[in-house]
Nanobody, 125 residues
Framework: QVQLVESGVGSVQAGGSLRLSCAAS?????MGWFRQAPGKEREGVARIYGDGTTYFAYYADSVKGRFTISKDNAKNTLYLQMNTLKPEDTAMYYC???????????????????WGQGTQVTVSS
């Protein structure tokens, strides 16, 4: 069982930056960030997987070039650096994790085993 705790709740004006953190209680081979806006389905934002030496990161087209996902293995913490934020980035952001190596095939489907409670990001115009 892996527990995930997100932090970094924030409100920012368009064009600003925020960093989200996700502290994990244990090891996960894959980790990712998803978001869900009111009335919309949960969508994948960024994901990362690797063995601690080499990592592979992927981004949704909507955030590519603006968001950066990273992982600190020593702290078991996942980060999402969000720059040039837009009002359409407003959503509840969730951290997700999975320890099974098959998780690399998940893509941006919300098939991860473990989920955080979510943290709100609000971008005003």
């Amino acid at each position: 069982q892996v527990q995930l705790v997100e932090s970094g709740v924030g409100s920012v004006q368009a064009g600003g930056s925020l960093r989200l953190s996700c502290a994990a209680s244990g090891y996960s081979y894959c980790m990712g960030w998803f978001r869900q806006a009111p009335g919309k389905e949960r969508e994948g934002v960024a994901r990362i997987y690797g063995d601690g030496t080499t990592y592979f990161a992927y981004y949704a087209d909507s955030v590519k070039g603006r968001f950066t996902i990273s992982k600190d293995n020593a702290k078991n913490t996942l980060y999402l650096q969000m720059n040039t934020l837009k009002p359409e980035d407003t959503a509840m952001y969730y951290c997700a994790a999975d320890s099974r190596t098959l998780c690399v095939a998940f893509g941006f489907f919300p098939s991860y085993t473990y989920w955080g409670q979510g943290t709100q990001v609000t971008v005003s115009s």
